[in-house]
T-cell receptor, first 114, second 111 residues
Framework: DQQVKQNSPSLSVQEGRISILNCDYTNSMFDYFLWYKKYPAEGPTFLISISSIKDKNEDGRFTVFLNKSAKHLSLHIVPSQPGDSAVYFCAASVGGGSNYKLTFGKGTLLTVNP | DGGITQSPKYLFRKEGQNVTLSCEQNLNHDAMYWYRQDPGQGLRLIYYSQIVNDFQKGDIAEGYSVSREKKESFPLTVTSAQKNPTAFYLC??????????FGNGTRLTVT
C-alpha cells in the first residue's frame, strides 16, 4: 500500500515558467514532509521541508504548500531553470523531524526546456 | 569536505555470492541508513542505525545484513537470500532524524 503518491511520473515546463509538483499521502499520522531532488547516478539532495503546523514554507525559488485536509502537498519552483531538471521525490514521516524513518513517493521527472 | 562516500560506484556479482557495499561518513552524524531504489520506484528503507552497535530493520530487510562497529561506517551485505538484489543502493546519514544526507549510491548488478 503506497502511503505517499506522486501521480505524475513526468512534467515538462519552459524556462522561466512555474513548475508545480504534486504529492498526496494517505497516512494521517504523517506530520513532517520533505522534498528531495535527484540527478541521474547521484544521491538525492534535500531541498525543503514543512511541518504539519504550517501550510507554507518558502526558500528562494522553492515553495512548499501543505493542505492537511486534502492530504496534499505541492512544490512550486519559480522561475524554473534548466538546472532544475531532475527527479523530485516527496517524503513523509511521523513524529516531526525527529523520526528516523522516511516514506518516499516514486518521484516525478521534471524537465525544464530552454 | 564533509560527506558520505559509497564505494564502489558499480558492482557486479554472480548469483549466489554475498557482496558487501561500503558506506563511510565524516559528518560526525549519529544515524545512518540504507535505502534501495528500483526503476520507477521510490526509495525503500532496508536498515537504519541510530547509534554505534545498534541497528533496526527497515521495510525490506530480508536478505540483507548490516553492522555498525564504528560511527563513521555502516556496511551493507547483500546475501544470496535476497531474491532480487540488482538495484541502486543509497546510504544516508543524519545528526538525528531528518533531513537525511545521501551518498552517491552503488549500482549493484547480479547475474
Amino acid at each position: 500500500d503506497q502511503q505517499v503518491k506522486q501521480n505524475s511520473p513526468s512534467l515538462s515546463v519552459q524556462e522561466g515558467r512555474i513548475s508545480i509538483l504534486n504529492c498526496d499521502y494517505t497516512n494521517s499520522m504523517f506530520d513532517y514532509f520533505l522534498w528531495y531532488k535527484k540527478y541521474p547516478a547521484e544521491g538525492p539532495t534535500f531541498l525543503i521541508s514543512i511541518s504539519s503546523i504550517k501550510d507554507k514554507n518558502e526558500d528562494g525559488r522553492f515553495t512548499v504548500f501543505l493542505n492537511k485536509s486534502a492530504k496534499h502537498l505541492s512544490l512550486h519552483i519559480v522561475p524554473s531553470q534548466p538546472g532544475d531538471s531532475a527527479v523530485y521525490f516527496c517524503a513523509a514521516s511521523v513524529g516531526g523531524g525527529s523520526n528516523y524513518k522516511l516514506t518516499f513517493g516514486k518521484g516525478t521527472l521534471l524537465t525544464v526546456n530552454p | 569536505d564533509g560527506g558520505i562516500t559509497q564505494s564502489p560506484k558499480y558492482l557486479f556479482r554472480k548469483e549466489g555470492q554475498n557482496v558487501t557495499l561500503s558506506c563511510e561518513q565524516n559528518l560526525n552524524h549519529d544515524a545512518m541508513y540504507w535505502y534501495r531504489q528500483d526503476p520507477g520506484q521510490g526509495l525503500r528503507l532496508i536498515y537504519y542505525s541510530q547509534i554505534v552497535n545498534d541497528f533496526q530493520k527497515g521495510d525490506i530487510a530480508e536478505g540483507y545484513s548490516v553492522s555498525r562497529e564504528k560511527k563513521e561506517s555502516f556496511p551493507l551485505t547483500v546475501t544470496s537470500a535476497q531474491k532480487n538484489p540488482t538495484a541502486f543502493y543509497l546510504c544516508a546519514s543524519s545528526p538525528g532524524g531528518t533531513p537525511l544526507h545521501f551518498g552517491n549510491g552503488t549500482r549493484l548488478t547480479v547475474t
